[in-house]
């Protein structure tokens, strides 16, 4: 069964650079696609980031020019690197896989002061 870890997340003030990691485990393969939603109360769950075992990558619109995403040397690993943020990507941010059946992390708190 394959378990997907967060690290990182905080407190940053808006303007502030902040750094997420996720480490998946329970397959000797690599999964297929890997990446990132958030979710704020009342919200459904929205796409940041994804990235494919190929390194095809997807961005939502609103954070595209300020988020990378990439894959880890290590496999099943995936980062995402926030920059430039702003409150309005305060949420909790869930890491996702997905192979032949898709995967969730336990997610973690982002939040950006003003």
């Known amino acids: ?25 329970g397959t000797p393969f690599s999964l297929n696609v890997m990446g990132w939603y958030r979710q704020t109360p009342g919200k ?4 940041v980031a994804t990235i ?8 939502a619109d609103s954070v595209k020019g300020r988020f ?8 099943n690993t995936v980062f995402l690197q926030m920059n430039s943020l702003t409150s ?14 898709t995967h969730w992390g336990q997610g973690t ?3 950006v002061s003003a």
Do not use: H, M, P
């Not at 990378?68 to 496999?75: F, L, V």
């Open 1 to 25: 069964q394959v378990q997907l870890v967060e690290f990182g997340g905080g407190l940053v003030q808006a303007g502030g650079s902040l750094g997420l990691s996720c480490a998946g485990s």
């Open 44 to 47: 459904q769950r929205e796409l």
């Open 52 to 59: 494919s075992s190929r390194g095809a990558t997807n961005y």
């Open 68 to 75: 990378t995403i990439s894959r880890g040397g290590a496999k």
């Open 88 to 101: 309005e990507d305060t949420a909790v941010y869930y890491c996702y896989a997905q192979n032949q059946w």
């Open 109 to 111: 708190q982002v939040t």
